[in-house]
């Protein structure tokens, strides 16, 4: 009798222990049987399955789109939860580049893809470059992305952005004649670079704007801008890779014309003018390339290549997007000079910084 009761108490035992340890067992995390959970889905973002978002410490790079209203983002970023070591003491970098859609790249075949090629082709660490594009389509917007996905992580870069933005259906925007249709169309470019940079700048030391046109840049122009110190700096932009005929007529120093007092009263009062800003002692990147100058100041800068050190634009220096030459606290549509890129040398010098032009630094314009 009393065997058995020994007996029945160790079988009791016995069943508590495992049960303890069945328990224990369970509760253990066992990374070999199931994947980390990843956090839950947030509004408006939509995970990546070919990126396996933030569900693996070890992946290095995570990403996210992003919607709201009539504006779109793809990001994908460098795990920061892996530490990528340079040895370089080069500055970080940001490039950025608007585009209407899939054909603004140069014309021809030319796509997204030779642009990044572009980009590929700079002698810079890639792990001190970040990336932003804005585009006009929806449905390029959705063909692109996988584009810079693939090229941000084969590349090695710290972030990259794709950004969209419904184009304005109104015709003024694409009517390139006349004050009115010309002020309308860079206002909106204007607009929209602003908008590229607000959304795409965060820890970098400097901004190189390249147009989505561009076709060829060489391949040390980043570090020379780099070494130089300056604050603002465009190159030589001629139109082709034959010959050095002058595209950018919007980088320059000296003068241009000034309305008349008829005219300057018109354009405070938005009545129709035909005044239009023109060089008439002023001097351009083809002339001082003439002139065998390295660096030389400018009063105007133009956007098809643009270096610019981000502590300029945190001081406030953006793309107006309206006149800022001769506007007053009357003045309904602003100035009569100095919109969009135009503007930036003046708000520049303003604050303590300076436009450069780099002539024998020379890109290439489709």
Request: proline letters at 6%; hydrophobic letters at 40%.
């Amino acid at each position: 009798m009393r065997a058995r009761l020994v007996i029945q108490m160790l079988s009791i035992l016995l069943v508590s222990m495992c049960t303890v340890l069945i328990v224990r067992i369970y509760r253990l995390p066992s990374r070999s049987l199931a994947p980390r959970a990843a956090p839950p889905v947030r509004r408006n973002e939509v995970r990546l399955p070919n990126l396996h978002q933030w569900q693996y410490s070890n992946n290095p790079y995570v990403g996210k789109v992003h919607a709201v209203e009539e504006f779109a983002a793809f990001q994908i970023e460098a795990n920061p939860a892996m530490s990528r070591p340079t040895s370089s003491d080069l500055p970080r970098v940001l490039i950025l580049s608007l585009a209407f859609n899939r054909l603004s790249f140069g014309g021809g075949d030319r796509s997204l893809a030779d642009f990044l090629d572009m980009i590929q082709s700079l002698d810079y660490p890639k792990e001190l470059l970040s990336l932003g594009i804005l585009i006009s389509s929806q449905r390029d917007f959705d063909r692109l992305m996988p584009i810079v996905s693939s090229f941000v992580q084969t590349q090695g870069l710290q972030r990259g952005s794709l950004f969209l933005r419904e184009a304005d259906r109104s015709g003024s925007i694409r009517d390139h004649r006349g004050r009115s249709g010309q002020t309308q169309r860079r206002s909106h470019i204007a607009k929209l670079r602003n908008e590229l940079l607000f959304r795409s700048l965060d820890n970098e030391d400097a901004v190189l704007w390249i147009d989505s046109d561009i076709i060829d840049v060489p391949h040390d122009m980043l570090k020379k801008f780099v070494v130089s110190g300056l604050d603002i700096i465009t190159p030589f932009c001629r139109k082709g890779t034959v010959g050095l005929r002058n595209h950018d007529l919007n980088a320059w120093s000296g003068k241009r014309t000034r309305p008349s007092p008829e005219q300057l009263r018109a354009i405070h009062s938005g009545e129709p003018t035909d005044y239009v800003p023109r060089h008439s002692n002023s001097h351009l990147v083809n002339n001082m390339y003439d002139d065998g100058l390295e660096r030389a100041p400018l009063d105007s800068v133009g956007g098809t290549v643009l270096y610019v050190k981000a502590k300029v634009h945190r001081a406030g220096v953006i793309f107006p997007p309206f006149h800022l030459i001769g506007t007053d606290w009357d003045s309904e549509d602003g100035g009569y000079d100095g919109i969009e890129t135009e503007g930036v040398c003046y708000m520049a010098r303003t604050v303590g910084y300076r436009c450069w032009a780099m002539p024998q630094v020379i890109v290439s314009h489709g």
